[in-house]
């Protein structure tokens, strides 16, 4: 069993920059691998980022490339989502989710755990 909690958001002008963080509990948690997910108002969840349990491989939504860097620390059982450059359209609500078998998805439904989402929200 993990528990995933977020943290980290906030409000940000265009341009400007946010950390979030994934706080995990259960000792699996290194061995899953994780992901990030927004959603924002009267739209489907979207995928950001995942990141897989040692690090090794990560994959993006084409329109954070560049901009967002997904990064885990197992040892502290912690997962973030360095953001950079936002833009108004990043807001939403972004959550974490981690996914036992250890292989990359887009997919929400292939995700096991999930947090309960943090806000970000963007001003032009």
């Known amino acids: 069993q993990v528990h995933l909690v977020e943290s980290g958001g906030g409000l940000v002008q265009a341009g400007g920059s946010l950390r979030l963080s994934c706080a995990a509990s259960?000792?699996?948690?290194?061995?899953?691998?994780m992901g990030w997910f927004r959603q924002a108002p009267g739209k489907e969840r979207e995928f950001v980022a995942a990141?897989?349990?040692?690090?090794?491989?990560?994959r993006y939504v084409d329109s954070v490339k560049g901009r967002f860097t997904i990064s885990r620390d197992n040892a502290e059982n912690m997962g973030l989502l360095h953001m950079n450059s936002l833009k108004p359209e990043d807001t939403a609500v972004y959550y974490c989710?981690?996914?036992?078998?250890?292989?990359?998805?887009?997919?929400?439904?292939?995700?096991?755990?999930w947090g309960q989402g943090t806000q970000v929200t963007v001003s032009s």
């Open positions: 989710a981690a996914r036992s078998l250890d292989l990359l998805t887009t997919v929400p439904n292939l995700y096991d755990y």
């Open positions: 259960g000792r699996t948690f290194k061995s899953y691998a």
């Open positions: 990141i897989s349990s040692r690090s090794s491989a990560v």
